[in-house]
């Protein structure tokens, strides 16, 4: 599991982290059998692309049985979509368990991979109406080879966040 994880508190939704990839060639009942959780949950459904806004685009399915997100995935799998000026075939699609709760509990988490450094975004909001996200969204550089500390962490990008949520 990764390090970071030992900075979010026990019984927090993200941990452990599962989700399925669905991309055109997947043969469903292959990913089934690699991810049985997938016919037991409640799901959610959205494209692994570099697409923003997708909630607002229509682009999530939210709590889906496994039956309603194979047609989601047929209705929209290798079909053209528009978003803003581009124009492109939606291929790739990630599927994740549903976990039920407040639109004020979620946040945002962006993670962008660089040549000299990755940069960690955050937002102690999140969701579909929290807007352009990127523009209010906590950085934090962290040079390749390097792991930021749990203290810069929490002093950085989790300051705006309820100390119930977050282990101090």
């Given amino acids: 599991m990764l390090d970071a994880f030992r900075h979010i508190a026990p019984g927090t939704a993200l941990v ?14 292959d990913e089934i059998g690699k991810n049985p959780w ?39 799998s290798g079909k053209g979509q528009q978003v803003g000026a581009a124009v492109g075939k939606l291929r790739r699609f990630v599927v994740e368990p549903f976990v039920k709760h407040e639109d004020n509990e979620e946040m945002y988490l962006c993670i962008q991979s660089g040549r000299r450094s990755d940069t960690i975004l955050f937002h102690h909001q999140g969701g579909v109406d929290v807007g352009d996200v990127d523009a209010v969204a906590i950085r934090l550089e962290v040079p390749v080879d390097t792991f930021p500390s749990g203290e810069d962490v929490k002093r950085l990008l989790l300051k705006n966040v309820k100390s119930a949520t977050v282990k101090r």
């Fill in 16 to 29: 452990p982290c599962r989700f399925a990839v669905f991309e055109q060639d997947t043969v469903w009942e």
């Fill in 38 to 76: 997938i016919t037991k949950e409640k799901l959610v459904v959205k494209p692994d692309q570099l697409i923003k806004r997708r909630g607002k685009l229509g682009l999530v399915g939210v709590n889906l049985t496994a039956a309603e997100v194979r047609r989601w995935l047929a209705e929209r």
